[in-house]
């Protein structure tokens, strides 16, 4: 795709065909002004990028700009050019300490020849860029000459893809998972993390295999199997579902299940921002639930059921996860002989601050008819019964008052780019409620036994452990999906 430059990172930025032939409403300097802030601390750029932010200002600074980049190009003043007939490619991470500043040596390949000589010149490199050198080398972009086709543009090395507003939003879901999960101490601790699982490929994956585990188990003590799951391949990613169904035999699990298969290409066709894609997909399969006269009960479905639903992009590897409840997506990656795991999920109870908020606005319209269990657990609501989840699918019962239901249907979406070697497992709090704190001994007792055997079920283990931790008082319905990435 045909680059246009204004000048190489830290200090401009670019614009692809795509972006330069938008509607001047699109801001795609916004986000990367915000990141260069982040990176140089320099307050000009936090400025530029709220300006842009603001609609009217956003429209001139876009045409001031697109005139700029056109101007540049015509021009072709790039900032990394020697002269008429030598350009910088990048050959290899040699580096030499010259102070506190990094020289990295170069070679040079003349326009009229097809050789490429080593040159004793070197390019020393300012502190901004050489922290994108760094983060280019610690994500595998900065290769050595013999193993590139062609030499890297040494302009096109320093520029880092950039993450969209929406992509932004769903890494900052990342780092509440990370932290409500108590996984660090700090939310600094969890945005270090979510930084590193979220650099995107700077190549395309090819020629990546899926493969795909599931179990599902009753539970010992469970009189109904109220779960449902599914694994769907489409054209472009890998969907996977797990809804954890409550009341009526898990009704309203099995058919948010079947009706999330057959919405979800059909939204995200519709848009390219995937917080708003799940948001409509859940809302609008809650109505289909609440007002779709089905056979059961009273000629209506009764029951709901939460909700994980994880899409995995085949050419990028970017992965969404939207939650809504406690069913929950872990990520895990090896380095070094260890295992790691990532929570993807935010899980919502009524034991969090957003969801407590709404139970205190109906407690003061509805004075006497609700009533909250003291380990925040469940809520009772006269003539309607008891709920757990603070956020699902259904249970027309706790949506009677339209204005202001109890249940919410707003999903957390969070991503991740996934790399091969991967591993994601999907399931509900049957699993996660006995695992989670366990982390450990999941990790040495089956993820990594199964870890390159391809010949055993990883769900069922993980669904076999689950099991053995449950008991008489506490036990649950088990549901897994293992999606691996070879």
């Known amino acids: ?40 601390n320099k307050a ?92 280019q080398e610690e994500n595998g972009l900065l290769l050595p000459n013999s193993q590139l086709n062609t030499p890297i543009l040494l302009s096109e090395a320093l520029s880092l893809p950039a993450h969209t507003t929406v992509e932004l939003k769903m890494i900052k879901n990342l780092k509440k998972a990370i932290f409500e999960h108590k996984l660090v101490e700090k939310i600094e601790d969890a945005s ?17 295999k899926f493969s795909v585990t599931s179990a599902a188990e009753q539970g010992f003590f469970r009189p109904t199997m109220e779960d449902a799951h599914f694994h769907l391949s489409l054209p472009d ?52 639930v609440i007002t779709k006269k089905i056979d059961c009960i009273n000629g209506k479905l009764v029951g709901g059921s939460t909700a994980v639903v994880c899409y995995v992009c085949r050419k990028t590897l970017k992965t969404v996860v939207a939650t809504l409840g406690d069913s929950e997506v872990w990520h895990f990656r090896q380095r070094k002989a260890l295992i790691k795991a990532t929570p993807l999920s935010c899980v919502r109870k009524w034991s969090s601050k957003k969801d407590f908020k709404r139970i205190n606005t109906y407690w003061q319209q509805h004075l006497g008819r609700l009533t909250l269990s003291r380990d925040f657990k469940s809520i009772s609501l006269k003539g309607a019964g008891t709920l757990q989840p603070s956020r699902s699918i259904g249970d027309r019962q706790f949506c009677s008052d339209q204005a202001f239901p109890l249940v919410s249907q707003e999903p957390i979406v969070s991503m991740i780019q996934l790399q091969q070697g991967d591993r994601l497992i999907v399931a509900c709090d049957g699993v996660w409620n006995f695992l989670t704190k366990q982390m450990n001994q999941l990790i040495e007792t089956v993820i990594q036994h199964t870890w390159d055997n391809e010949q055993m079920n990883i769900a069922q283990e993980i669904a076999n452990l689950a099991l053995s931790k449950h008991n008489d008082y506490d036990n649950d319905n088990v549901s897994v999906i293992s999606l691996r990435i070879d």
């Open 44 to 135: 000009g750029h936090l400025f530029i990028a709220f300006l842009e932010s603001i609609p009217m200002a956003g429209v001139v600074i876009s045409v001031i700009e697109r005139i700029i980049v056109i101007a540049t190009q015509l021009s072709k003043n790039h900032l990394y050019s020697t002269n008429s007939t030598n350009q910088i490619f990048l050959s290899n991470v040699i580096k030499r300490k010259k102070g506190k500043a990094l020289a990295v040596f170069v070679e040079t390949k003349g326009s009229n020849s097809n050789s490429t000589t080593e040159d004793s010149s070197e390019i020393t490199l300012t502190n901004s860029e050489l922290s994108i050198v760094n983060k």
């Open 237 to 288: 990613g890998e969907l996977l579902g797990v809804f954890d169904g409550h009341g009526e035999n898990g009704q309203v699990a099995h058919y948010v299940s079947e009706r999330v298969q057959k919405l979800f290409v059909e939204r995200k066709s519709d848009s390219e921002d995937m917080i708003e894609v799940f948001k409509n997909l859940f809302k609008d399969i809650h109505q289909e």
């Open 1 to 40: 795709m045909l680059e246009l430059s204004l000048a190489a990172h830290p200090k401009g930025y670019e614009l692809n065909k795509t972006e330069f032939c938008q509607s001047l409403l699109f801001h795609p300097y916004a986000v990367r002004h915000y990141e260069l802030f982040r990176q140089t």
């Open 192 to 208: 270090e993390i979510a930084k590193e699982l979220t650099r995107p490929l700077r190549t395309i994956a090819e020629n990546v």
